[in-house]
C-alpha cells in the first residue's frame, strides 16, 4: 500500500502561482512513477503531468505545459506540483496519484493504483 496525501491548494488570483506538495508513505516511494489529475465540477478527471521514478523523465497536458512542473525529492517521499500563470480553467481538484511501478510514466489514471484524497485549487478571475 502507498497512502498519498495532498497540500498546498488554495484560492489565488489569476496569474498567481500555487505550489502543490504529495507527501507518500508505505511502499518505496522510488519504485513509483507518479502523477496529477485534476477533476472540474461536472467534468471527467483529466491528466495534468506525470514524471519518471528517477524524476529525469515528465510529460504535461497541452493544457499546462510551460506553466506546471512536476518534480519529485525520492529522499523525502514527496513530489510537487509548481503552477503559474494560473488561469480560471485550472479551477478543480487536484489529485496526486503513484502508477504502476513497471510504467516509466502515465497519463492514463486507469494506469494509476494509489490515490491522495484530492486538494482544491480555486483560480479567480
Known amino acids: 500500500q502507498v497512502q498519498l496525501v495532498e497540500s498546498g491548494g488554495g484560492l489565488v488570483q489569476a496569474g498567481g502561482s500555487l505550489r502543490l506538495s504529495c507527501a507518500a508513505s508505505g511502499r518505496t516511494f522510488s519504485n513509483y512513477p507518479m502523477g496529477w489529475f485534476r477533476q472540474a465540477p461536472g467534468k471527467e478527471r483529466e491528466f495534468v503531468a506525470t514524471?519518471?521514478?528517477?524524476?529525469?523523465?515528465?510529460y504535461y497536458s497541452d493544457s499546462v505545459k510551460g506553466r506546471f512542473t512536476i518534480s519529485r525529492d525520492n529522499a523525502k517521499n514527496t513530489v510537487n506540483l509548481q503552477m503559474n500563470s494560473l488561469k480560471p480553467e485550472d479551477t478543480a481538484v487536484y489529485y496526486c496519484?503513484?502508477?504502476?511501478?513497471?510504467?516509466?510514466?502515465?497519463?492514463?489514471?486507469?494506469?494509476?493504483?494509489?490515490w491522495g484524497q484530492g486538494t482544491q485549487v480555486t483560480v479567480s478571475s
Open positions: 514524471i519518471s521514478r528517477n524524476g529525469e523523465t515528465t
Open positions: 496519484a503513484a502508477a504502476l511501478p513497471w510504467k516509466i510514466y502515465s497519463s492514463n489514471s486507469d494506469e494509476y493504483g494509489y
